[in-house]
C-alpha cells in the first residue's frame, strides 16, 4: 500500500474545490483505492473517498493520517453524513469534537497541537 501525492495542476479527472492544493491517492498494486485532500477554503476542511470494495479495512484510517499530518494550521472542520459510521469512527479517534448534527451531517472540529 503507498500514498502518493499529486498536484492538483496535474489532475484533470476530479472536479475539486479551488483550494485544494494536492491530492494523495492510495494505492495497492493493482489500483487506487481512494483518494483525498486537504481543502484550505474557509472551513479547512478533510475530505477522503474509498472504494466501497475496501472500505472497512483500515485503508480510510491510513489516508486520513496521512492528510492529518500535512494539513496546515491549527483546526480541521468536517462535515460528515450521519450514516457514515465508519468515518465518524476515525474522525472521533483523532479527538474529534462533535459540534452537533443538522439535516444528517454531523460537524466536528479536530484541533492539532
Not at 480541521?76 to 452537533?100: A, S, T, W
Amino acid at each position: 500500500m503507498e500514498i502518493v501525492k499529486i498536484d492538483r495542476t496535474k489532475i484533470d479527472d476530479l472536479d475539486l474545490p479551488d483550494n485544494v492544493k494536492e491530492v494523495y491517492y492510495l494505492k495497492n498494486e493493482l489500483e487506487t483505492i481512494g483518494y483525498g485532500f486537504i481543502n484550505y477554503g474557509s472551513m479547512k476542511e478533510i475530505e477522503i473517498f474509498i472504494k466501497d470494495d475496501y472500505r472497512g479495512e483500515e485503508h480510510g484510517k491510513m489516508l486520513f493520517k496521512e492528510l492529518y499530518d500535512h494539513f496546515l494550521g491549527d483546526v480541521i472542520h468536517m462535515e460528515i453524513e450521519l450514516e457514515n459510521y465508519p468515518m465518524i469512527k476515525i474522525v472521533e479517534e483523532f479527538n474529534g469534537i462533535n459540534l452537533g448534527t443538522n439535516d444528517g451531517i454531523v460537524r466536528y472540529i479536530l484541533k492539532k497541537g
